[in-house]
């Protein structure tokens, strides 16, 4: 993993974006946006991943491949709808197992895009009501193991004057101190 500031820049979302120099940021600064991060091996990651999801409650369970092969049809739509701004009512896990890519978080109060490059053994909490948006980078492809606690709640809301009177977000906001 690696978390930098996000150049603004026009151009390819798959682009790496970053600031020249570039503008790191720190594990100490995703987690006071409430942002989490662990590191995890992939070479016999079951039982570490089985461990902190009984401790943090992550009940189920499953894997998404973001790639032409995996989405189909639904491929252009779905990269589309990843990169939109947007916040759910649930935490978003993921936890990488091939490939690679880009989950963008908002810094509040700045609303600066900061850019998590995320790898194999790489597993990210997103909180739920921070505005974030994904995309691939280059090359195309990422395998992800996505947990949640009970149901999922996939539902993207796209970031609006409505997503801004959320409750999750209002709690979001509350509880990083803002
Ligand atoms: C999401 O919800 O944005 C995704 O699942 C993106 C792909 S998972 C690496
Ligand atoms: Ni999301």
Same mark, same amino acid.
């Given at each position: 993993?690696?978390?930098?500031?996000?150049?603004?820049?026009?151009? =390819?979302?798959?682009?790496?974006? &970053?600031?020249?120099?570039?503008?790191?940021?720190?594990?100490?600064?995703?987690?006071?946006?409430?942002?989490?991060?662990?590191?995890?091996?992939?070479?016999?990651?079951?039982?570490?991943?089985?461990?902190?999801?009984?401790?943090?409650?992550? *009940?189920?369970?499953?894997?998404?491949?973001?790639? *032409?092969?995996?989405?189909?049809?639904?491929? @252009?739509? *779905? !990269?589309?709808?990843? %990169?939109?701004?947007?916040?759910?009512?649930? @935490?978003?896990?993921?936890? +990488?197992?091939?490939?690679?890519?880009? %989950? =963008?978080?908002?810094?509040?109060?700045? &609303?600066?895009? !900061?850019? +998590?490059?995320?790898?194999?053994? &790489?597993?990210?909490? !997103?909180?739920?009501?921070?505005?974030?948006?994904?995309?691939?980078?280059?090359?195309?492809? !990422?395998?992800?193991?996505?947990?949640?606690?009970?149901?999922? *709640?996939? +539902?993207?809301?796209?970031?609006?004057?409505?997503?801004?009177?959320?409750?999750?977000?209002?709690?979001?906001?509350?509880?990083?101190?803002?």
């Amino acid at each position: 993993m690696r978390a930098y500031y996000y150049d603004n820049l026009p151009g =390819d979302q798959r682009l790496p974006h &970053d600031y020249i120099p570039s503008r790191p940021v720190s594990l100490e600064k995703l987690s006071t946006l409430g942002v989490k991060y662990w590191t995890i091996p992939v070479a016999g990651y079951e039982a570490e991943v089985d461990r902190i999801a009984a401790r943090e409650g992550y *009940k189920n369970r499953d894997t998404i491949n973001v790639s *032409k092969e995996g989405l189909g049809d639904l491929y @252009e739509t *779905k !990269i589309k709808g990843f %990169f939109e701004e947007h916040m759910h009512e649930d @935490e978003e896990i993921r936890y +990488i197992l091939d490939g690679s890519g880009f %989950f =963008d978080v908002r810094e509040t109060p700045s &609303d600066a895009w !900061i850019r +998590i490059a995320v790898a194999p053994g &790489d597993l990210l909490v !997103i909180p739920e009501g921070i505005y974030h948006r994904f995309t691939l980078d280059e090359a195309n492809n !990422i395998k992800a193991l996505r947990l949640f606690k009970d149901e999922p *709640k996939w +539902i993207p809301y796209n970031r609006s004057t409505d997503t801004d009177l959320n409750p999750h977000r209002i709690e979001y906001l509350r509880s990083i101190g803002v």
